[in-house]
Nanobody, 116 residues
């Protein structure tokens, strides 16, 4: 069983920054990818940023140049550095991890609220 714990959500002003962390624990042989999603009530969950086991990253167009995903493999931790925040970044952010040999796992979500 794999558990994901997210940290770092909260409130920010437009133009400000927040850093999210996601720590995976449990029965982990290898994490194939760690991915951040976000969801606004009434909308579908959307992929924000992803990082693979070999360090390849991908981003939603709306966050390119503002958000950076990184990973500390020995600590099974992923980070999402969010700069130049906009009110439209307000959402619940979910960490997700695909562990080798297991189904994709999800964290409980952390609220990010950006005020103008």
């Amino acid at each position: 069983q794999v558990r994901l714990a997210e940290f770092g959500g909260g409130d920010a002003q437009a133009g400000g920054s927040l850093r999210l962390s996601c720590v995976a624990s449990g029965n982990i042989f290898r994490i194939d990818d760690m991915t951040w999603y976000r969801q606004i009530p009434g909308n579908e969950r959307e992929l924000v940023a992803s990082i693979t086991n070999d360090g390849t990253t991908s981003y939603h167009d709306s966050v390119k140049g503002r958000f950076t995903i990184s990973r500390d493999k020995p600590k099974n931790t992923a980070y999402l550095q969010m700069n130049s925040l906009k009110p439209e970044d307000t959402a619940v952010y979910y960490c997700s991890a695909k562990v080798w040999g297991a189904a994709r796992n999800w964290g409980q979500g952390t609220q990010v609220t950006v005020s103008s």
